[in-house]
């Protein structure tokens, strides 16, 4: 081969290399134009929400929950009562805080469990008097500590515990004749579920609503087995309406939007107990992982502003969007909670209180005529401003003459009346509902 030709084939190969580095240098300028375009877009978006007053880091969460300046705060005696609190010394015979099941409703205590819990209120005796104390005050901020998010506080397991004792109260004064003190319990673990409603993390909310689910069950005991003034039923139905008006999903899932964020951008929080770090992340993948945050919760917060059966429907495809998203995308899948199940979560908890509400008005009816009623809307309006709607179907709920009681419920998530029964009734995965039953 000639000079020339070995010239021609050298510059032939200089220009390869020059147009495979053109290609390198233009797909990294792609990259980084990419990386900015999307960092200035996230960056936009979360200065958007922290425009509009919400939080995006834990510090801004702390600032966005705190009480004023000056206000009185229930968290100091709570934990007192937290602390005075003192297990059971006969569990196999103490229900809730034991081993032991309560009887069918209407039915006696046997005399076993009767001193049992006798002796158990005895030993909480200071722990009831500061739950009762702490009611008195409207507001409560627990102190949190970020490193124990997104998993939990430390106070909700001691708050389980208190939610249990009232409970347990309140069934002991209704059968034994003291429906003024089960009407205290029922009204403190009222209050005690509320407590947590500045708390941050869903977690918080489930274990509120968890609470608001006992006293409700237990006011239901309650009922079968005393019988109330017509005071005592007003300031009840106060109560429980008072818990339904402060249960706030909207405003749990804009703290848990934040939670969801700051556990991306540091995933040390996403580090289960005893380790040390967190998800290993390429560079980019916690702005994507953000950006999805935003979304999925922005169509979360939005759905649960609707009225339900509809913001159940908006929940699931909320969800879907999620399941469709790539592997790419395993922040969200990871750190997205089920959504769709909190939200029936939350319609149960607003419906046992429906439940609830309507069921003293029933009694409140019964009290004045000595029977209680046909039809729900002979509560209507004195007693009741109308039937409640059943959050599961959009009907107003069920209602059902028994001798002598009666049956309200609500269908359960499946949307489908199975005329009343509850989940101890049918096998294990067939359909049940919501009821509130009276049998006296």
């Given at each position: 081969?000639s000079?020339?030709?070995k010239g021609?084939?050298?510059?032939l190969?200089?220009?390869g290399w020059h147009?495979t580095?053109a290609?390198i240098?233009?797909?990294a300028?792609?990259i980084?134009l ?9 960056d936009?978006?979360?200065e958007a929400l922290r425009?509009?007053?919400?939080p995006?880091?834990?510090a801004e969460?702390a ?7 000056g206000t009185?705060?229930?968290a100091?005696?709570?934990m007192e009562?937290f ?11 103490v ?5 032991a099941?309560?009887?069918d ?6 005399e076993p469990?009767?001193k049992?819990?006798?002796?158990c209120l005895a030993?909480?005796?200071q722990c ?6 702490a009611?008195g005050?409207q507001?409560?901020d627990y102190?949190?500590d970020?490193?124990t998010?997104p ?6 397991g001691d708050i389980?515990?208190?939610a249990?004792?009232?409970?347990l109260g ?6 034994t004749?003291?429906?003024?003190a ?11 579920a509320?407590s947590?409603r500045?708390q941050?993390a869903l977690?918080a909310?489930?274990?509120r609503v968890a609470c608001?689910g006992?006293a409700?069950?237990?006011l239901?005991?309650?009922l079968n087995a005393?019988?109330f ?6 300031e009840?139905?106060?109560?429980l309406?008072?818990t339904?008006?402060t249960?706030?999903l ?5 703290t ?8 991306c ?16 992340m390429?560079p ?5 992982g953000?950006a999805?945050?935003l ?7 939005e759905?649960s ?15 879907g969007?999620?399941?469709?998203l790539?592997?790419l ?5 990871m750190?997205a ?7 029936e979560?939350?319609s149960r908890a607003r419906a ?6 309507t069921?003293?008005a029933v009694?409140?009816?019964?009290l004045a005529?000595?029977k209680v009623p046909?039809r729900?809307e002979?509560?209507v ?7 409640p709607t059943d959050?599961f179907?959009?009907?107003?709920i ?8 009666y049956?309200l419920y609500n ?5 489908q009346?199975?005329?009343?029964k509850?989940k101890t009734?049918?096998?294990?995965g067939?359909?049940y509902?919501w009821p509130?039953?009276v049998?006296?």
């Open positions: 081969m000079d020339n030709g021609r084939s050298k510059r190969t200089l220009k147009v580095v290609v240098v233009a797909l300028g792609l980084a990419y990386i900015v375009i999307t960092r200035a877009r996230l936009r978006r979360l425009a509009a007053g919400y995006t880091t834990l969460l600032e966005y929950n705190r009480l004023p300046a009185a705060n229930a100091g005696v709570y009562a602390a005075a609190y003192a297990p059971p010394l006969d569990g196999t015979n229900p809730h805080l034991g081993t099941r309560l009887p409703r209407g039915k006696p205590l046997p469990m009767v049992a819990i006798s002796q030993s909480n005796r009831l008097s500061l739950l009762r104390e009611a005050i507001d409560c102190d949190w970020p490193r998010l998993t939990g506080l430390p106070q909700l389980r515990h208190c249990q004792l009232l409970g309140a069934v002991y004064y209704s059968h004749g003291d429906p003024n089960a009407m205290r319990c029922v009204e403190d673990g009222l209050r005690l509320d947590l500045r941050p977690i909310y489930l274990v608001v006992l409700v069950r237990t239901e005991r309650s005393a019988v003034t017509d005071e005592q039923l007003m009840l139905s106060e109560a309406a008072a339904a008006g249960l706030d909207t405003q749990t899932l804009i848990e939007r934040c939670v969801m964020i700051e556990t951008r540091n995933p040390f929080l996403a580090a289960g107990p005893g380790q040390s770090v967190g998800p290993r390429l980019g993948m916690r702005r994507t953000i999805d945050i979304n999925y919760m922005d169509d979360c917060i759905a502003k609707l009225p339900p059966p509809e913001r159940l429907t908006r929940f699931r495809e909320a969800a969007k999620v399941e469709d790539s592997v995308h395993f922040m969200i899948k750190l909670p089920a959504m769709g199940r909190v939200a979560i939350d046992h209180l429906d439940l609830a509400r069921a003293l009694e409140r009816y019964r005529t000595g046909e729900l002979e509560l309006p004195q007693y009741l401003k109308g039937a959050p179907d959009g009907q107003p069920r209602y059902r003459r028994t001798d002598p009681g049956l269908v359960g998530e499946d949307g009346d199975n005329g009343g509850e009734e049918v096998t294990r067939d359909p509902d509130f039953i049998t006296r």
